[in-house]
């Protein structure tokens, strides 16, 4: 199995910034896809920015220029920086991850526990 480990949400001011981190542990294979998604209060959970291996990154037009997605391939971790915070950005933020374990080759989705991000206007 892998689990996923996020850090770094909190509550911010308009303008803001901040760092969000996800490290996928267990006896991982390959990684493909490190991602991250958001969720509104009563709004549907949405893509926020994608790194796929060998792929450039995807970001949602709603973040583009305020937000960058990178990954550190030695530490299996990925992090969303934040700037220029928006009050439309509060959200619960997970991440997603799409890897493959030793001894096995199947490639499954993973899911982080979410992390909550306040901007207050």
């Known amino acids: 199995q892998v689990q996923l480990v996020e850090s770094g949400g909190g509550l911010v001011q308009a303008g803001g910034s901040l760092r969000l981190s996800c490290a996928a542990l267990?006896?991982?294979?390959?990684?493909?896809?490190m991602d991250w998604y958001r969720q509104a209060p009563g709004k549907q959970r949405e893509l926020v920015a994608t790194?796929?291996?060998?792929?450039?990154?995807v970001y949602a037009d709603s973040v583009k220029g305020r937000f960058t997605i990178s990954r550190d391939y030695s530490k299996n971790t990925v992090y969303l920086q934040m700037n220029s915070l928006k009050p439309e950005d509060t959200a619960v933020y997970y991440c997603?991850?799409?890897?493959?374990?030793?001894?096995?080759?199947?490639?499954?989705?993973?899911w982080g526990q979410g992390t909550q991000v306040t901007v207050s206007s």
């Open positions: 790194m796929a291996s060998g792929i450039s990154t």
């Open positions: 997603h991850v799409v890897a493959s374990i030793y001894g096995g080759s199947v490639l499954r989705s993973y």
């Open positions: 267990g006896r991982i294979s390959s990684i493909n896809v």
